[in-house]
């Protein structure tokens, strides 16, 4: 036998080992395209319904062919104008910023933590984990803020409160426990490098799936936060796009359950007020840009899997 023909038996005997029949390969699709279609299909109802009109959500319900069409949620949340904008870009700064800053912070203390020549990273460890179980509560934690830290309308009283995440850090710990060989760390300080060299040049760049996940914690956290910004914030410049979107339908559904006692005049503008489709108007609003942040992360995830540190 040639070595031609050696070669061909041999891809086709790993080809054979690799395959699968193709009945079992369609069944397989077919179970994957259904879990597929089963995340995808509340979000695409949500939309769906937000575009349906209030007449045809009284008269048939939710449905996913409604009677009736309507932009009517999208046009209530557009009265609103350059203020809508205006915390569109308030909550993109205050994401991109403070997911920067916290996963910075998370990585510079969890390092601290993984290496075993750290004298006090015993006590630094359960100070972190302490405060996952015990909180100084809502009142001492609003006057620290507020008046000794100062963090009253302004962007830091947004980011500084979720700096630091104990769980977030945890997570970044054990990764490096059980990611990062010290023999690469003490190979660094053979060679001459300093902490900080060895951290950002060797380091990060091997564990980046670790970071890329308490990044996209981070920027979850930090998008959809709204209650921060119900304490601190009171100026309109600084309020971000959750805060403001949970103001408008709480308004909304005062004037629907106080119409009665608010008048003629309040009955009208109820009237006009599409109150199951703007709830739907504004999880569209709120979901879809932190829904295209999941590529970009996931792009980070799967590049840091193949990176190796050390050799076999």
Not at 279 to 301: K, N, S, W
Request: one cysteine or more; hydrophobic letters at 50%; proline letters at 4%.
């Amino acid at each position: 036998m040639s070595n031609i023909d050696y070669t061909i038996t041999v891809k086709s005997k790993k080809r054979r080992l690799n395959s699968i029949s193709l009945p079992a390969e369609v069944i397989i699709n077919i179970i994957l395209g259904l879990f597929c279609l089963a995340c995808v299909l509340p979000f695409i109802f949500v939309v769906i319904i937000s575009f349906s009109s209030q007449n045809s959500i009284r008269e048939i319900g939710f449905s996913f062919v409604p009677k009736e069409w309507s932009l009517n949620a999208y046009k209530y949340i557009m009265d609103l104008g350059a203020q809508l904008w205006v915390s569109y870009f308030n909550s993109f700064f205050v994401t991109i910023l403070g997911t920067i800053l916290s996963v910075l912070m998370c990585v510079l203390y969890s390092y601290a933590l993984f290496r075993k020549d750290f004298k006090y990273r015993r006590f630094f460890t359960f100070f972190s984990f302490f405060t996952m179980l015990f909180g100084g509560g809502l009142a001492p934690t609003y006057m620290v803020c507020k008046n000794m830290l100062g963090l009253s309308d302004n962007y830091a009283a947004l980011i500084v409160p979720m700096l630091i995440n104990p769980f977030n850090i945890i997570i970044m710990r054990t990764f490096f426990q059980s990611s990062v060989p010290t023999e690469l760390i003490e190979s660094a300080a053979i060679d001459g490098s300093g902490e900080y060299n060895t951290l950002f040049k060797i380091i990060v760049p091997i564990s980046k799936p670790g970071i890329a996940t308490v990044a996209l914690l981070n920027a979850l956290a930090y998008w959809n936060e709204w209650f921060i910004p119900m304490l601190y914030i009171k100026k309109a410049h600084y309020i971000p796009l959750q805060y403001l979107l949970m103001k408008m339908q709480n308004q909304a559904d005062f004037l629907v359950r106080n119409a009665g006692v608010l008048g003629a005049e309040a009955s009208k503008i109820m009237n006009t007020i599409p109150q199951d489709t703007l709830r739907m108007a504004l999880v569209v609003l709120i979901v879809i840009p932190i829904a295209c942040a999941y590529p970009f992360f996931q792009r980070f995830i799967i590049s840091g899997l193949t990176i190796g540190s050390v050799k076999g």
